[in-house]
């Protein structure tokens, strides 16, 4: 037989051996779901007018908008399109209808639509809705106003020139568009404008304002446009407020005679108040002195500016209502709410009596509040205004309007559902909307149980609302704790961000967030609950929001978990720490407070075995954080000074620690700013609690922007980077002295087009998600050498059953490495489920 080769053969065996191939992971089971659920599908983020309500539906796998009339038994589709809908505004058109406007994703392009929905909830503009703009880039956050003549004028942030601009379009009363094609430049300057607002002129036209980042820092800048399209302020917008701070976040009023109210905040300064003329002039201007500031206006029938704000000057939020004339003179001034807890999303409607609306914390949980306001600041609801949500889970999202009796119709998400309430009447709430459908699972969390098994942590929403299931899963892909998993505390309120750790006995602990508590369960092997529903961390501490909590093992079977303690009272955040034997008893009483010093100390990470708590603190100046840390021993004494010991005091800020054990050292690894940009830094501590490098630690990436987001499997760092003006995954190996044994500034994982995001490692396998397609996010694979090379092929490999949609990987391993594990969120169909698969190395 004769053999013919293209090339000559010395050729072909220099360039074989020249290009040597990689090994791949081979899968060894096929990508299985994880507890598939059918249950109660989460309608969200209602919109009320007119006896109409849309709201955001995912019982078809992806985000989309339903509308119904109130009183009725069914939902109407607003738009059949394939998209995922999102981003809704409504306003009420002379017709007798409502106008729909939202942002609607598909194949990584973002565009905008618009419905006109009749007042039997049927869709008027055809099936899918109108396109305002078929651009080959994505526009978002639309706004929009009523043209007065059935149609409406519309806005959105536009990316088509690849920085953000601000386009207009106007809709006719039968859906046409009445611009141009492709919507009016408002400003399509080279720098940043964005989050537009928007107002009626009173003249047919729209009041347009928008934050612009042209000058350096952000600055309020208007627009008027015409009925016609025409723009009457410049062609680039009129700049009302512009200093060294950012103006942000402006919004808009419109009074009788061509006036407009228009407000801005500055995070440190409060929020200032003017009154435009019809040319765009300020006709005054004033400040209203805030500490984290809301504020919402209305207009009253005799021209009043109504500004609704919220004040946490005195360590809780509290809110207030001011009044004034076109003059600026103050006409009145009434508290609204003044009660321990956070008031936020504040919401005002009407033009005299006004209703106001709040989403409120006094009793420890979310609820919804309102207030009814008089000409003159009278308050109808007595000293802290009426609860309006009367269920037991935490609204989420609400939305009303009011009527010119002073009657408030309110639509807000309690559970999973869409109830709807009427103030003014005394009617109590009603149900609008309950669908069924697959349930969402998400952030996952996964490990190995030392047997070949994995049990893996999530949250799970059959019920419309989160709650943390357990589930374990066998080599082979089945699942050992039933079909279904199991809930660590099915006590009916929403539970999120679970963190697990291993039990040492084929079992595992968790921690979650119910509420404003933080909750643990131990399930062990077999899976049994240890406790009915769950064993709070702090029984007899009030009032405290407990986030960020980190656990592992206490190696006796029991647990040890660190978090972050915010106490509104003392306006600060703490560091505690709390033991679970094996049994479910708190062995620390109360719980250990690891740091209570001055400013704030967050964002805890401790180390498995030496127990070791690293944290970023404040406490020098209140503003910029520092790394610290503290060892504690199985009893709960703090075995090192007793603030704490510095591990990095480098000027600028140094955040997001992660810790791991080397021996009986630790290794703290975190982000800095101190050169200017974000870097990856280093430090060791030993058993003493002293630190072995260098004063405030080594660099582990010092390159040009960005490196964050450390994650550790020593000696093994990797994170985030964005040297080459993308995000790409980079690692870097250190020896026990410190240096660094590859390359300066680390060794690419990945460096392919578009984005590599949210890196996780464990032994020497890496897993990401990556969105070099530019259509959608997908898990990729890759695996290191000791000296630093990729031995799976250069930028990694595809997990091929998340090609159509995977984000935020797990990743486990078994204790050999024999084989390895991965979970991850599957959007394919839109809303995620989570998907598990096992590969040999």
């Not at 703090?638 to 810790?659: F, H, K, T």
Request: aromatic share 10%.
């Amino acid at each position: 037989m004769r053999f013919f080769f293209p090339l000559p053969l010395t050729l072909f065996l220099t360039l074989l051996l020249t290009f040597p191939s990689h090994a791949l992971p081979s899968p060894l089971t096929a990508a299985v779901s994880v507890c598939p659920s059918f249950g109660k599908i989460e309608q969200r983020n209602p919109l009320i007018i007119g006896g109409l309500v849309v709201f955001e539906d995912s019982r078809s796998g992806k985000s989309k908008l339903y509308a119904q009339k109130i009183g009725a038994d069914n939902d109407t589709p607003v738009s059949g399109s394939r998209g995922s809908q999102s981003g809704a505004k409504m306003v009420w058109s002379e017709d007798n209808a409502a106008i729909v406007v939202w942002q609607e994703e598909e194949n990584g392009i973002t565009r905008i639509l618009a419905q006109k929905i009749g007042p039997d909830g049927s869709p008027l503009w055809g099936s899918t809705g109108i396109m305002l703009a078929n651009s080959e880039k994505s526009q978002s956050d639309p706004v929009l106003v009523s043209d007065r003549t059935g149609g409406a004028i519309v806005a959105w942030q536009d990316f088509r020139k690849d920085n953000e601009d601000i386009y207009a379009q106007r809709i006719g009363i039968n859906g046409n568009l009445l611009w141009q094609k492709e919507g009016v430049a408002l400003t399509a300057h080279i720098k940043t404008q964005w989050y537009p607002q928007i107002a009626e002129d009173g003249s047919g036209g729209a009041i347009i304002a928008w934050s612009d980042r042209r000058d350096g820092n952000f600055d309020i800048y208007v627009q008027r446009v015409t009925a016609n399209g025409g723009q009457l302020w410049g062609t680039e917008g009129k700049k009302i407020a512009g200093s060294e701070l950012n103006e942000e976040d402006p919004r808009l009023i419109n009074l009788k005679n061509n006036r407009t109210a228009l407000s801005y905040r500055i995070k440190t300064n409060g929020s200032y108040l003017f009154l435009l003329d019809e040319n765009g002039n300020v006709s005054f201007s004033t400040q209203i002195n805030q500490t984290c500031p809301e504020i919402e206006l209305a207009a009253g029938s005799g021209n009043e500016i109504i500004a609704f704000y919220s004040d946490a000057a005195s360590g809780d939020t509290d809110l207030y209502c001011k009044a004034f004339n076109e003059k600026g003179q103050l006409l009145w001034n009434q508290p609204i709410a003044e009660v321990r807890g956070a008031e936020e999303q504040i919401k005002i409607k009407g033009t005299g009596p006004w209703i106001a609306a709040w989403v409120d914390h006094r009793n420890g949980r979310a609820e919804i509040f309102s207030q009814k306001i008089e000409s003159g600041g009278t308050l109808s609801f007595g000293a802290n205004g009426m609860k309006i949500s009367e269920k037991q889970q935490d609204p989420l999202s609400y939305s009303f309007y009011a009527n010119e009796n002073g009657e408030g119709f309110f639509a807000f998400q309690n559970d999973s559902d869409i109830y709807g309430r009427k103030i003014g009447g005394g009617e109590e709430p009603f149900i609008i909307n309950s669908a069924k459908g697959r349930a969402a699972q998400k952030n996952a969390r996964l490990i190995d149980d030392n047997s070949g098994n994995y049990i893996a942590a999530f949250e799970d929403y059959r019920r419309g609302y989160s709650e943390i299931y357990l589930t374990k899963i066998s080599p082979q892909g089945t699942p050992l704790w039933g079909k279904a998993g199991i809930a660590v505390s099915p006590n009916g309120s929403p539970q999120k961000n679970p963190q697990i750790a291993g039990d040492g006995a084929g079992g595992a602990w968790v921690v979650w967030e119910d509420g404003s508590k933080l909750f643990c369960q131990r399930i062990n092997r077999k899976g049994e609950r240890i406790s009915k529903s769950g064993i709070v961390l702090t029984p007899t501490i009030g009032y405290a929001e407990q986030t960020r909590a980190q656990i592992v093992s206490d190696h006796n079977h029991g647990t040890v978990i660190v978090w972050e303690n915010y106490e509104s009272a003392y306006n600060a955040k703490d560091i505690w720490a709390q033991r679970i034997t094996s049994k479910g008893k708190l062995a620390w009483k109360n719980g250990v407070k690891i740091i209570a010093y001055g400013g704030d100390q967050a964002a805890p990470a401790i180390s498995d075995k030496n127990l070791v708590v690293a944290w970023a603190d404040s406490r020098l100046d209140g503003r910029t954080f520092d790394i610290y840390a503290q060892k504690i021993n199985s009893a709960g004494e703090l075995l090192w000074a007793e603030d704490g010991i510095p591990v990095c005091e480098a000027p600028d800020v140094q955040i997001d620690p992660v810790i791991a054990d080397s021996g009986d050292d630790s290794i703290v690894f975190w982000t800095d700013k101190a050169g200017g940009s974000f870097d990856i830094y280093a430090q060791k501590v030993d058993a003493n609690g002293t630190c072995r490098w260098v004063k405030d630690g080594i660099a582990v990436a010092q390159s040009s922007r960005t490196q964050q987001r450390a994650k550790i499997s020593l000696p093994t760092v990797l994170w985030e980077d964005f040297r080459f003006g993308n995000w790409d995954i980079y690692a870097q190996a250190l020896g026990s002295d410190g240096k660094l044994l590859w390359a300066d500034d680390g060794i690419p994982i990945v460096s392919a087009s578009a984005t590599q995001y949210n890196p996780q490692i464990v032994k020497n396998i890496v897993a990401w998600e990556d969105f070099r397609n530019e259509s959608n996010y997908a898990i990729y694979l890759q695996k290191l050498g000791s000296d630093g090379k990729n031995l799976y092929p250069a930028n990694g490999v595809l997990v091929e059953a998340s090609a159509l949609g995977g984000r935020f990987p797990a990743l486990a391993a078994a204790s050999n490495l024999s084989s390895f594990a991965v979970m991850w969120e599957d959007v394919s169909l839109g809303e995620p489920r989570l998907l598990w698969q096992r590969f040999r190395p």
